[in-house]
């Protein structure tokens, strides 16, 4: 499972970044709506709609974000 700390300074540093959770399910994140909370490591993201809080443990992989590229 992908690192807490690492995906924290990955998204400090490009400004997105994409999820793809144990489940299945993707997520965008962006920093602008992202916090990290060091106690829990969770991520919690602030969606338009809802938000999220997201074990760091449940999250399978990342990758940056990149126009026209998409992950399956």
Known sequence: MANFQRIKEELDKSGELML???SG???????HNVSFD???QEIK???SSETYWISADSIAYYWIHR???EKE
């Open 38 to 40: 060091e106690s829990t």
């Open 25 to 31: 399910e993707k997520l965008e994140l962006h920093k």
């Open 67 to 69: 126009e026209g590229v």
């Open 20 to 22: 793809k959770l144990g």
């Open 45 to 47: 993201v602030d969606a």
